[in-house]
Each structure stands twice: as C-alpha cells, then as structure tokens.
C-alpha cells in the first residue's frame, strides 16, 4: 500500500518502482515465486495519483526462503518510501506453507498403481494449496490429475475441461480406494 505524503509526490511511480525491485529481489532468488496480478493507482488519468495498491502472492518451499524474500520486500519498501516521499505499506500474509508428501504413503501408492501412475513431478511445483494444512495433521498424497493441454492455472484463458477431468480423476480415486 503505498499513498503520497506530501503534495506532488507521485504514488504511482512509487508503486512501479517498488514492482521493478521486487521482481529484482525474486531473480535474486529460487525455489519461491513472487507474482503481482493487481495493482490499482489514482482516480483520473490526468492526475497524480496519491493512493497506490499492489496485490500478489508469495510463495515458498521452506520458511527460510519466505522469510528472506518477507525481509527483502520490507526492504524495498523502505527505500522506496524514502526515496520518493510516499509513505509504504507492506502487509505479507502467511499463506499455504508448502504440500510434502509422506514418503511412505507415495512409495505404498506407487508399489499399488504401477511405474506409470502416478507419474512423479520433474520438479517441484509452487502452486499453492489448502491440503498443506491437512498435511500437518495427518499424513497425505497430493496428486496433479492434470487437464491437458490448456493454458496455465491462473493464465487469464484458463478453461477447466470438467468433461476430461472428473472423469479420469473418479477413476484414479476409486483405484485408491480398493488399494489394501
């Protein structure tokens, strides 16, 4: 949150100058992301714009890294504020803490289903999810069904292909359920 402090201090350009740094920060840094979808400035188009709100999420594989980039964006906060007489606001929400499957439980799903299914990530993924928290109470598999070729999670043409999905998800979770 960002708003001007003294007459002719421009909250917009503060709040593009906070965005370009803390995209900086992010390639400093790996195994996190850091996306902005909304930003919102000023009233008309032919004015300085004394309010500024930017919007995003943070995400993290491990409480270090999410810490640092907290540290990091507080920082840069800071600085902008400093260097533009805006006054700054940061407020990070603690969000998902990351999805770790049981080691076991996979491994005894695997041995049920076969080599082929389910098939293991490359890489580990950062898409946030409320099954996190049931994790910390007892232990869980998280599966990616996966809905074909459609564009990415979130991407503004996103379409959920239910016709393909629930289908082929119903059966995976019926195979589970009749696993010993």
Request: glycine content about 10%; proline content about 6%; charged content about 20%.
């Amino acid at each position: 949150h960002i708003s001007k402090a003294a007459e002719g201090r421009d909250a917009l350009w503060a709040g593009g100058m906070f965005l370009h740094r803390a995209y900086a920060l992010s390639a400093a840094h790996e195994n996190h992301i850091l996306r902005f979808g909304r930003m919102e400035s000023g009233t008309v188009r032919n004015a300085i714009s004394g309010h500024t709100e930017l919007l995003g999420s943070l995400r993290s594989f491990d409480e270090g890294t999410f810490a640092a980039m907290k540290e990091g964006l507080a920082r840069i906060a800071g600085e902008v504020g400093r260097e533009t007489g805006c006054s700054c606001r940061l407020t990070v929400s603690a969000g998902y803490p990351p999805v770790r499957n049981d080691i076991a439980l996979l491994s005894a799903v695997e041995r049920y289903l076969g080599a082929d299914e389910p098939r293991r990530l490359d890489a580990p993924s950062l898409a946030a999810e409320d099954f996190s928290f049931y994790q910390q109470k007892v232990p869980g598999v998280f599966f990616f069904l996966g809905a074909g070729d459609v564009p990415a999670l979130h991407a503004p043409d996103f379409h959920f292909p239910d016709e393909l999905v629930l289908p082929k998800g119903l059966a995976f979770l019926c195979r589970l359920a009749e696993m010993p």
